[in-house]
């Protein structure tokens, strides 16, 4: 028992490349995704809406229920305020408890209507495990630069300790048992994904038809899928198999970038046609991105440097002023349309944000295979070289 | 006052073990509540699990609104596009209540709302009457698109209102 405790404690407390320094950005990167995901919906559009069908969530009695214009409004323009603090790194701990409030409190609202799913990872388990394992306003913020001024030592960023990888390996952990439970689901008890063969086909052939009507495109395969529904079985196998084999995101560094490769091919396929967006689950895969690695080319770069020296003039504490005035009024004119510029004017949505990420993220994954590969073969020349020379001395 | 490393390593120590028991809870309340969204915001992803579709109907249907802008002019919107996709379950119950047959509370409460989201969407407010109304199209599965969009085979009035002050 004492050595599995022991090896549990290993994994745990095995270095991160980078944590602290991808951490930090990777705040950064969730608040302006989150403020994205915001601008999607105006929370204003639910005063006076009829009772919605999960009226009775226990969660909802905790709420005003007729929640007034000024309700609705407060909660939008206090979490975008939040978000845009939490982006600079300012109070970033009672920042990230406003987000995971706040943002609670928004998605529940929403939830009447519907439970979104894939939202709760960046709505209440990412800043909830962030707010417990603390680190992500170490680097790359406003607090971590006053802190520096006022004598105490910076946390460099490419500091590896297990400190700053807390929240990626335990949201590693919970996309290793969500994921299998959505396979789990259809597979047992009233799940129907073994039980008929055309549910994944009819799915498709209906959400076509939705999609056009929504002024968006077919399903070009709609045809063959009518000519074969019998093939759904194996279509659904394939889909239960695929959620099922996210155990494995525990398994190493391999096996996690296939998965994700994968699950970004899947993601954007279900956008394009299933009309699924799972859009909230990017915060959860940005957590995997070397953040770090992609700023250090960048941080040298000329242009860069000059948007960082007027900066570096006006010091912390003016920067500090300067973006609270600045989140002020972006969160003052959110509603009057600020909003739009997160969606820039409507053209990332909920659908074609995966159009983006995914042969963005494919790239990035399929290049990182290829170093890796170029490294290990680096690594056998020398082996073979060094084999050599010790031939020759001998 | 600085933290001597020992403090440190302590500190990280006592950090790891509430992150372990805060994510075990999260864990075993996930496998506690099952297929079910009662518990919101603990929830596993009983996504599409228990789902038995038919094959689509011969014919389908969408709610247009018409309306009357106060310059004049009129606007066509497709009533699942007023919110966010995901969230576009909420507007059909809005449409039903606000034409309703019997004059009620709820239906005025429910058209007052239409206008709400209609204004949300037009960025004005200036706006008089309000035109339901359904388009219908056949469809063909066998076709790519298995609807052509611009060819409705018929449009329903369903309902029309002023827009309530």
């Given at each position: 028992?004492?050595?599995?405790?022991?090896?549990?404690?290993?994994?745990?407390?095995?270095?991160?490349?980078?944590?602290?320094?991808r951490f930090g950005l990777?705040?950064?990167?969730?608040?302006?995704?989150?403020?994205?995901?915001?601008?999607?919906?105006?929370?204003?559009?639910?005063?006076?809406?009829?009772?919605?069908?999960?009226?009775?969530?226990?969660?909802?009695?905790?709420?005003?229920?007729?929640?007034?214009?000024?309700?609705?409004?407060?909660?939008?323009?206090?979490?975008?305020?939040?978000?845009?603090?939490?982006?600079?790194?300012?109070?970033?701990?009672?920042?990230?408890?406003?987000?995971?409030?706040?943002?609670?409190?928004?998605?529940?609202?929403?939830?009447e209507y519907g439970v979104?799913?894939?939202?709760?990872?960046?709505?209440?388990?990412?800043?909830?495990?962030?707010?417990?394992?603390?680190?992500?306003?170490?680097?790359?913020?406003?607090?971590?630069?006053?802190?520096?001024?006022?004598?105490?030592?910076?946390?460099?960023?490419?500091?590896?300790?297990?400190?700053?990888?807390?929240?990626?390996?335990?949201?590693?952990?919970?996309?290793?048992?969500?994921?299998?439970?959505?396979?789990?689901?259809?597979?047992?008890?009233?799940?129907?994904?073994?039980?008929?063969?055309?549910?994944?086909?009819?799915?498709?052939?209906?959400?076509?038809?939705?999609?056009?009507?929504?002024?968006?495109?077919?399903?070009?395969?709609?045809?063959?899928?009518?000519?074969?529904?019998?093939?759904?079985?194996?279509?659904?196998?394939?889909?239960?198999?695929?959620?099922?084999?996210?155990?494995?995101?525990?398994?190493?560094?391999?096996?996690?970038?296939?998965?994700?490769?994968?699950?970004?091919?899947?993601?954007?396929?279900?956008?394009?046609?299933?009309?699924?967006?799972?859009?909230?689950?990017?915060?959860?895969?940005?957590?995997?991105?070397?953040?770090?690695?992609?700023?250090?080319?960048?941080?040298?770069?000329?242009?860069?440097?000059?948007?960082?020296?007027?900066?570096?003039?006006?010091?912390?504490?003016?920067?500090?002023?300067?973006?609270?005035?600045?989140?002020?009024?972006?969160?003052?004119?959110?509603?009057?349309?600020?909003?739009?510029?997160?969606?820039?004017?409507?053209?990332?949505?909920?659908?074609?944000?995966?159009?983006?990420?995914?042969?963005?993220?494919?790239?990035?994954?399929?290049?990182?295979?290829?170093?890796?590969?170029?490294?290990?073969?680096?690594?056998?020349?020398?082996?073979?070289?060094?084999?050599?020379?010790?031939?020759?001395?001998? | 006052?600085?933290?001597?490393?020992?403090?440190?390593?302590?500190?990280?120590?006592?950090?790891?073990?509430?992150?372990?028991?805060?994510?075990?809870?999260?864990?075993?309340?996930?496998?506690?509540?099952?297929?079910?969204?009662?518990?919101?915001?603990?929830?596993?992803?009983?996504?599409?699990?228990?789902?038995?579709?038919?094959?689509?109907?011969?014919?389908?249907?969408?709610?247009?609104?018409?309306?009357?802008?106060?310059?004049?002019?009129?606007?066509?919107?497709?009533?699942?596009?007023?919110?966010?996709?995901?969230?576009?379950?909420?507007?059909?119950?809005?449409?039903?209540?606000?034409?309703?047959?019997?004059?009620?509370?709820?239906?005025?409460?429910?058209?007052?709302?239409?206008?709400?989201?209609?204004?949300?969407?037009?960025?004005?407010?200036?706006?008089?009457?309000?035109?339901?109304?359904?388009?219908?199209?056949?469809?063909?599965?066998?076709?790519v698109p298995p609807v052509?969009?611009?060819?409705?085979?018929?449009?329903?009035?369903?309902?029309?209102?002023?827009?309530?002050?």
């Open positions: 028992m004492s050595t599995l405790l022991a090896r549990f404690d290993e994994w745990w407390t095995r270095p991160w490349p980078n944590a602290a320094g990777y705040r950064i990167v969730f608040a302006l995704s989150y403020l994205w995901h915001v601008s999607e919906f105006d929370l204003r559009a639910l005063f006076g809406a009829p009772p919605g069908p999960e009226y009775s969530l226990p969660f909802l009695q905790l709420l005003p229920t007729s929640p007034s214009m000024w309700f609705l409004q407060g909660v939008d323009v206090l979490l975008v305020l939040s978000l845009l603090l939490l982006a600079a790194g300012i109070r970033v701990p009672v920042s990230t408890a406003l987000v995971l409030v706040l943002g609670l409190i928004r998605e529940a609202l929403l939830s979104e799913n894939g939202n709760l990872m960046p709505v209440v388990f990412i800043p909830l495990l962030a707010f417990v394992g603390s680190g992500w306003g170490h680097s790359y913020s406003l607090d971590a630069w006053r802190a520096q001024r006022r004598g105490e030592t910076p946390v460099s960023s490419t500091n590896d300790s297990w400190r700053y990888a807390l929240a990626m390996r335990s949201v590693l952990i919970l996309l290793a048992v969500l994921f299998p439970m959505a396979g789990l689901f259809k597979v047992t008890g009233d799940g129907t994904w073994l039980r008929y063969d055309d549910v994944l086909p009819m799915l498709l052939l209906r959400r076509s038809v939705d999609s056009v009507v929504m002024g968006w495109w077919a399903n070009p395969l709609g045809p063959w899928l009518w000519a074969h529904a019998s093939i759904g079985y194996w279509m659904q196998i394939g889909v239960v198999a695929f959620e099922l084999s996210f155990v494995l995101l525990l398994a190493g560094a391999a096996a996690r970038r296939i998965l994700f490769a994968a699950v970004l091919v899947f993601h954007a396929v279900s956008a394009l046609w299933v009309m699924v967006s799972f859009g909230g689950m990017l915060a959860a895969y940005a957590l995997f991105v070397d953040w770090e690695s992609l700023w250090q080319p960048v941080r040298g770069r000329a242009l860069v440097d000059m948007l960082r020296r007027p900066l570096l003039a006006l010091g912390p504490d003016r920067c500090l002023a300067m973006v609270c005035i600045v989140a002020v009024v972006v969160a003052g004119t959110w509603h009057a349309g600020t909003r739009h510029a997160f969606t820039l004017g409507g053209l990332i949505n909920w659908r074609t944000i995966w159009f983006v990420v995914a042969p963005v993220g494919l790239g990035g994954i399929l290049l990182s295979f290829w170093r890796d590969l170029e490294r290990h073969r680096f690594a056998a020349r020398e082996s073979r070289r060094a084999a050599i020379a010790d031939r020759v001395q001998l | 006052m600085s933290l001597t490393e020992r403090d440190a390593t302590e500190l990280s120590r006592t950090t790891l073990r509430v992150a372990q028991l805060v994510l075990g809870l999260i864990v075993a309340g996930l496998l506690f509540v099952g297929r079910s969204e009662h518990y919101f915001p603990l929830t596993g992803w009983p996504l599409y699990e228990s789902i038995r579709i038919a094959r689509p109907d011969a014919s389908v249907n969408a709610t247009y609104l018409r309306v009357a802008l106060g310059d004049g002019g009129v606007r066509e919107l497709l009533a699942q596009k007023l919110v966010e996709y995901s969230r576009a379950g909420m507007i059909q119950g809005t449409i039903d209540a606000a034409t309703a047959r019997n004059d009620s509370p709820a239906r005025s409460a429910a058209r007052k709302h239409l206008a709400l989201l209609i204004s949300l969407k037009l960025g004005t407010s200036d706006f008089d009457s309000i035109s339901v109304f359904q388009r219908v199209w056949t469809v063909d599965l066998a076709r052509n969009i611009a060819r409705p085979v018929m449009s329903l009035p369903v309902d029309r209102f002023a827009v309530p002050k």
